[in-house]
């Protein structure tokens, strides 16, 4: 076929006049009415219509629309279903601001059923802004009947999901040190932390605080040494009152260093990792040979001496006990008496630090594993509320509670202030000062790394003990693995690198979510959790309710209106799966059981 001149070349429209020419011949249509092709069918990973689109979303489109484009080049019959992502963090924020509240007056000031009414009506604020941008870049997406992920048919497909991956055992009920955001209120995924962005390079106050061994006759081979300190590096000096072990290497050697507190001239001795000795001492400090010359030192020397003498493994530390470096805060409300002593862990490197790890079970993954595994097993610092609750130090706002000290009451970190009131000493600074004032501060310094944030809010993640619902994906991570060794990855590094790295070591999935405008979890436990019932379906759901109505628990069936096996729009929109209903209305019609969680 020839083509046309162009006198005056134009690019809007040339656009213009293709749009109007696939218009009037309905060519997008045409394009996917092939009964005899083989289907190749494209649901659209949906956008979300609360938020304007933005350049990324036109690049992203672009992309899925060539796939789409050359499958029907090769006589697919490409069927593309469009949707909105209309549930979780983006709306809520969203409401929040514009009803003027928190998360936290969710309940209080405002009705959940009003809450969820705001966040419903605008999940599609933006709907004619995304249409529009659809139809100007040429992108291919049938619009007239999109999924919509509140709609009550959408939600009972994530019902029939979790139903069946609890059915082939693959859904547990965990207790795990977890990613949390403060500022969102919601706990993160690992691949929401996998988001690019969301480590950061910050500056913070680090600490190698001083750990005094307790000489109670376990150990005869370090008789000569006592008093001594082990020294623990950390980056978060706000997690040392939560402070219940320390961890070594049981293969890493050690060693022990006579030298002074550079902060109080005190004569210590002093353990940590022999290869880590010159890098620790590597300022305001110098080498000595010969023990007596540690004598010749004179407090208003600008250099320090320290002195190398004996050295052992780390599993000849193990099970020693230590003094708490925060006696302010209270003890475990469990065993107490097996936490402050050494423990040891495989995770435990060389490659910064001091080669001997501050264990704050309640605030770290590796720190809980760790407590965990040991025998007798180290408890974390917990306490019991006023409601009798098993908390941490910190809330999920990230703000100690009360009865501990110079830092009762203050947030971990600056960034969970309002900028408004944001202190000139963090709790890191504060609690640097006083360590060094009780002779339990080795050195303090300004220390640059890596550290994850939520992508929705931009501020710091805080790791937070936390009940979860988890799918295993660890068991199925060595099968998807093998699995992506057969998809053509383009270039393939990424496929065999980050990709194929992240499904080989992938962690189990936390499904929960303390979101009130989501999908609830369809999952009820007796009083002691040793039986669940899992809803898979809007059907088994009034079942249980006539089940209820026969046994006199329920008056009535509040879906009544509900048709069982009409699959139509019409028939679903009579009902609603949201919390206010699930939690407020439906709850009462399962006898002996109680819903206990909100939602995804």
């Excluded at 604020?125 to 619009?143: F, N, V």
């Excluded at 370090?222 to 590096?233: E, K, N, Q, S």
């Excluded at 293969?251 to 990792?273: D, G, P, R």
């Excluded at 862990?345 to 060389?350: A, M, S, Y």
Aim: hydrophobic share 35%; aromatic share 14%.
């Amino acid at each position: 076929m020839g083509f046309r001149e162009l006198k005056n070349f134009s690019l809007s429209t040339i656009a213009s006049e293709i749009q109007d020419f696939w218009s009037k011949n309905d060519v997008f249509t045409r394009s996917y009415n092939r009964e005899d092709s083989p289907d190749f069918i494209f649901y659209e990973g949906p956008p979300s219509a609360n938020g304007k689109p933005g350049i990324h979303h036109v690049m992203a489109r672009t992309i899925k629309d060539a796939f789409c484009r050359y499958k029907t080049l090769k006589g697919y019959n490409v069927k593309r279903k469009a949707g909105w992502d209309t549930h979780g963090l983006p709306v809520e924020l969203g409401v929040e601001k514009e009803l003027g509240i928190s998360k936290d007056d969710i309940g209080d000031k405002i009705s959940i059923s009003e809450y969820n009414k705001a966040c419903k009506k605008a999940v599609m604020k933006y709907t004619s802004d995304w249409e529009l941008l659809t139809e100007s870049m040429g992108y291919w997406i049938d619009l007239s009947d999109p999924y919509v992920t509140y709609k009550p048919k959408y939600m009972e497909t994530v019902w029939w999901l979790i139903k069946n991956i609890f059915e082939k055992n693959l859904l547990y009920k965990g207790y795990t040190v977890q990613p949390y955001s403060p500022a969102a209120g919601s706990g993160l995924s690992s691949h929401e932390l996998n988001q690019p962005g969301a480590y950061r390079e910050i500056s913070d106050t680090s600490v190698i605080a001083q750990f005094k061994c307790i000489d109670d006759n376990k150990s005869d081979k370090f008789g000569g040494m006592f008093p001594f300190y082990f020294l623990a590096w950390t980056t978060t000096p706000w997690t040392l009152p939560s402070n219940t072990a320390l961890t070594l290497g049981g293969k890493i050697e050690y060693s022990f260093v006579k030298t002074f507190n550079q902060y109080t001239k005190e004569k210590i001795t002093v353990v940590l990792a022999t290869s880590l000795i010159k890098k620790v001492f590597s300022k305001n400090f110098f080498n000595v040979e010969d023990e007596n010359d540690l004598d010749i030192f004179k407090v208003s020397d600008s250099k320090i001496p320290y002195y190398i003498t004996s050295s052992f493994k780390g599993v000849d530390f193990e099970n020693l006990k230590y003094e708490r470096i925060w006696d302010e805060a209270p003890l475990p409300i469990e065993n107490p008496e097996n936490a402050f002593r050494v423990i040891l862990g495989d995770f435990v490197t060389t490659e910064d630090g001091t080669g001997i790890v501050h264990t704050a079970p309640t605030f770290g993954a590796d720190d809980y594993k760790a407590a965990k595994s040991a025998k007798p097993e180290v408890p974390p610092l917990l306490v019991l509320d006023k409601n009798g609750n098993k908390v941490p130090l910190v809330d999920l706002k990230g703000k100690f509670i009360d009865d501990i000290g110079v830092i009762s009451g203050k947030y971990v970190k600056n960034e969970y202030y309002k900028e408004d009131k944001i202190p000139e000493k963090s709790v890191d600074v504060e609690i640097a000062i006083k360590l060094k004032e009780k002779n339990l501060a080795f050195k303090v310094e300004r220390y640059s790394h890596s550290y994850p944030h939520c992508w929705r809010t931009d501020k710091p993640v805080l790791y937070y003990p936390m009940e979860s619902w988890f799918i295993k994906v660890s068991d199925l991570s060595e099968r998807m693995f093998n699995l992506n060794k057969d998809i053509n990855w383009k270039p393939n590094s990424t496929g065999e690198g980050r990709f194929g790295n992240w499904l080989k070591s992938a962690n189990d999935w936390n499904l929960s979510r303390s979101r009130f405008w989501g999908v609830p979890l369809p999952i009820w436990t007796n009083e002691d959790n040793s039986e669940y019932k899992i809803i898979g379906s809007v059907e088994e759901l009034i079942n249980e309710i006539n089940i209820s109505i026969k046994d006199g628990n329920m008056q009535s069936n509040p879906f009544s209106n509900f048709e069982i096996g009409n699959m139509s729009d019409e028939n679903y929109d009579n009902i609603d799966l949201h919390k206010d209903i699930v939690d407020e209305i439906i709850l009462s019609s399962l006898k002996g059981y109680q819903c206990k969680e909100k939602k995804i």
